[in-house]
């Protein structure tokens, strides 16, 4: 079955970064694009960005941009996401999720990771 | 960046009654909108893609219909696990967007 585990919550302080991890089984990785995806306490989710199936491109949103790193590793299954220069705002929960691969839901996301508590305090 | 609206944001209902829930995008979307549950301490659970296809395992009691702007999220006859918050997300164009949510709880 298709499972995403990701790593364990973090705490830094402002300024510092956070790599978290998602590593998937169950399918075959190297067809699938990987999101990420991140939800700050009782708020909506937030979509952060996409790789590809081979990790050699990457879409970021803007908001996210020159903080935020996404990467993955075939071997391992693993994809990976870095943010940078992290502030009080970015205290919230990070899911990987995978995208749907389907045409008419490509761009959806139809399995979750549990989700990676990060909590930026000084 | 498209912006998407919910209404309401919250609403009681008692199970076996038919619920509504309305979404509006900013920008016309097509049908590049899908909807997604979830419940406390869980990741969202896809339901519904392309405004109205239902995802496999999905029970038929949830339906979705709408294009452009303008979308539903209808639940036909609430059941006690549906008690959850709901979500719409388009797909349309990036960055993907969410609306903020419409909390179903217990009359």
């Known amino acids: 079955q298709v499972q995403l585990v990701q790593s364990g919550a973090e705490v830094r302080e402002p300024g510092a970064s956070v790599r978290v991890s998602c590593k998937a089984s169950?399918?075959?990785?190297?067809?699938?694009?990987m999101h990420w995806v991140r939800q700050a306490p009782g708020q909506g989710p937030e979509w952060m960005g996409i790789i590809n199936p081979t990790g050699d491109s990457t879409s970021y949103a803007q908001k996210f941009q020159g903080r935020v790193t996404m990467s993955r590793d075939t071997p391992t299954s693993t994809v990976y996401m870095e943010l940078s220069s992290l502030r009080s705002e970015d205290t919230a929960v990070y899911f990987c999720?995978?995208?749907?691969?389907?045409?008419?839901?490509?761009?959806?996301?139809?399995?979750w990771g549990q989700g990676t508590l990060v909590i930026v305090s000084s | 960046a498209i912006r998407m609206t919910q209404s309401p944001s919250s609403l009681s209902a008692s199970t076996g009654d038919r619920v509504t829930i309305t979404c509006r995008a900013s920008?016309?979307?097509?049908?590049?909108l899908a909807w997604y549950q979830q419940k406390p301490g869980k990741a969202p659970n896809l339901l519904i893609y392309s405004a109205s296809t239902l995802q496999n395992g999905v029970p038929s009691r949830f339906s979705g219909s709408g294009s452009g702007t303008d979308f539903t999220l209808t639940i036909s006859f609430l059941q006690s696990e549906d008690f959850a918050i709901y979500y719409c997300q388009q797909y349309f164009s990036y960055p993907y967007t969410f609306g903020p949510g419409t909390k179903v709880d217990i009359k």
């Open positions: 920008h016309g979307i097509r049908s590049y």
């Open positions: 999720a995978r995208g749907a691969i389907e045409i008419p839901a490509a761009g959806t996301f139809d399995y």
């Open positions: 169950g399918f075959t990785f190297t067809n699938y694009y």
